[in-house]
């Protein structure tokens, strides 16, 4: 009769290796394949940008996007995510610089401790990238699922909406594109500058001759 398998290759055994998409980079995960994903996320790939609140599902704080939506990561087992694209906070921008619906956070008052702002700042995401519109009703709607005890929720509704305008304004560009747009601006100034200074110089070298 064959030995009863040891607590190590039973442990073995219920090991996984699954391939994922964080932030839009290839990651390995191997472990078990019931982790949750915000422990996965948070320890394994050590994106703590996610935070744990309830851990049943009731806050909000640990959503991210998973295939666009919104989800509590610490419902969600890792196995049921994999070949999967996952979006945490840290996908958003970095300190240096902010996205515009974080810098809304940022100078709004939308954020103050900090727990529940990452969970906030995902699920907006999903619903301005969605199209969703900038009706205060609505956006309450969208983010009820996200507790907040500090804010009074009215900044975080005002930071969302003036990011869904900001995203809709008519000829509104990115601070890049700007910047890339008044470089060639002024190197076409400066070359029409300098094209009309050698015809100057060339006509007034021809006078010179005539006389």
Request: net charge positive; glycine share 10%; with cysteine.
């Amino acid at each position: 009769m064959a030995a009863p398998a040891s607590r190590a290759s039973r442990a073995k055994r219920n090991q996984v290796s699954l391939d994922l998409v964080v932030n839009r980079k290839r990651r390995t995960f191997s472990g078990p394949p019931f982790r949750r994903l915000i422990d996965v996320l948070r320890e394994d790939f050590g994106l703590t940008g996610t935070k744990e609140g309830c851990g049943e599902g009731e806050c909000g704080a640990c959503t991210v996007l998973v295939d666009g939506e919104p989800v509590n990561s610490c419902l969600i087992p890792v196995c049921q995510v994999e070949g999967q694209s996952i979006r945490t906070v840290e996908s958003l921008g970095r300190p240096d610089a902010l996205n515009t619906l974080q810098e809304k956070f940022l100078h709004g008052g939308g954020a103050q401790c900090g727990i529940c702002t990452p969970g906030m700042l995902m699920t907006a995401t999903a619903w301005i990238e969605g199209g969703g519109s900038s009706d205060p009703a609505e956006i309450r709607r969208v983010l009820a699922g996200n507790l907040c005890r500090c804010t009074g929720y009215q900044h975080i509704v005002d930071a969302v909406a003036s990011a869904v305008r900001e995203r809709r304004a008519p000829g509104r560009t990115k601070p890049a594109a700007r910047k890339a747009a008044k470089a060639a601006k002024a190197a076409k100034t400066t070359k029409t500058t300098a094209t009309a200074a050698r015809l100057k110089k060339a006509a007034a070298a021809t006078k010179r001759r005539r006389a």
